[in-house]
């Protein structure tokens, strides 16, 4: 099994990264929003369009086609041998590159571009994205109580608080940490500085959490192409190879979830770190699930970067901070940087592949090599974690 | 009670659960097989696969695994409600259901706490189960 999946260790790089314009870009469609970062990332890897014989994505909440993976290449007028489009939610983006990986390795394609993201700041109302998303809570056993998605991860945090003593302001400074990562993104939706005192004192959603401790709703699409190490090598851009990938799915509907404290992340970043060769320790950066303030903080305990329990203090303590011990999220990720469905992951990995290409100016994590990424969907329930190197190990 | 609150959707797989709901009972699912319990009734027993499975009327007794407060409504038809509780509850039986816990204490409710069914009327012809506390945990009673 082990050996099986190990057939595409090193067998891909991604070599091109794209984002769109975020924040309120209501002059663009979604599709728009994708196309331009597909366009970006295609311009940033140095490959013919023509190349491209492959395309991956996700769903969208705001223009909800029938078979988007198809709707996106007719789009962008390629005709692939290789496309489809993936709903296992956050963690689409990563899962997207396993298979896209999977389909390069066995030879069904070469190069795959994986592209996602809506309009979902300017393309419906606000009322309109909080009751499209509840599509995640299960219609017939949840929905009759009226829980949102907020509603359901702070059930989760209360159950983190509860047994580990994790506080408000610990998930608060995950929030503070991230904005500061995100003002040093050109890019980022957010601009200003928050500080601990705003998050604990911003509009409460669903008790513990605060509308400062939520992800953003963005316009914004990203992309990423994705080739065979083989091909990587001739290309002017700098490749990222694909050293470990894991996934591991326990449920979707919170009322199915095994555990409120023990997730599949701990098993599918298992899988990445055998597949790579590698530990926590070798991760110099990490790119992690932001949806909530509580979800980088469990990611941090699962994918066994601090003791259970210690997720909060990991981020108290600056350890998460850029020149910390494991800088996390150094977009700014979804609380900052920007949230547009699957695109939310996907800019993930566009930092993950930055920060390993280096010159970053002062967001740069110095030394990066190894950059891990997790990517998580529904409530906590899917699940894909990925391990990138600058070099192949 | 509120009519316009969302009335339960049945379907094949739950018209046993919604049917007894309206009758004031809460079912869930054994598996005659393995003797597991489950809550999301359906075709097969999710731990055997086994299709040999009844319905077992719960004791309606549990505890509060985690819970929230919904500061701001999902959907408009529950505005008017906030502040609400919605809790995950562990039935005495084992698996986990939602609801939301009713009651002049319900905003004091505390993960642990012991908390019973009750059934609250949506529309004229249907019943969803709710939770009532009747032991708070930690003495907060």
Known sequence: MAQKMNSIRNKVAIVGVGESDIGKVPTMSGLGLNAQAARRALDDSGLELSEIDGVLTAYSFTEPYFMLGSVICEYLGI??????????????????LKHAAEAIAAGHCNTVLICAGENRATGQSRDQAVAALMAVGHPYFEKPYGPSIPAFYAMIARRHME????????????????????????????????????????KPIADPLKILDCCLLSDAGGAFIVTSAERA???????AYLAGIGEYHTHEHLICAPSLTEFGASESGKIAYQMAGLAPSDIDVAQLYDCFSIVPIIELEELGFCKKGEGGSFYQEGHARIGGRLPVNTHGGMLSHAHAGAAGGLFGIVEAVRQLRGGLGARQVEGAEIALVHNEGGVLSSHCTLILTKDKQ | MDSELPIPVVNPDSQVYWDSANQERLMIRQCKACKEFHFMPRYLCPACWSTELEWIQATGLGEVHSFTIVRRAPMKEFDHLVPYVIALIELNEGPRMMANILGPDALETRIGDQVKVCFEARGPEAKVPQFVRHLANKGTN
């Not at chain 1, 090598?233 to 490749?239: F, I, N």
Request: charged share 20%.
């Open chain 1, 163 to 202: 047994l580990f003593g994790t506080t408000e302001e610990q998930m608060a400074c995950v929030s503070v940490t991230t904005r500061q990562h995100a003002l040093l993104h050109p890019n980022a939706h957010m601009k200003k500085p928050i500080t601990l005192e705003d998050v604990m004192g911003s």
């Open chain 1, 79 to 96: 005709k692939p041998r290789y496309t489809a489009s993936m709903v296992v939610g956050g963690s689409s983006p990563a899962v997207m």
């Open chain 1, 233 to 239: 090598k001739d290309l002017r851009s700098k490749p």
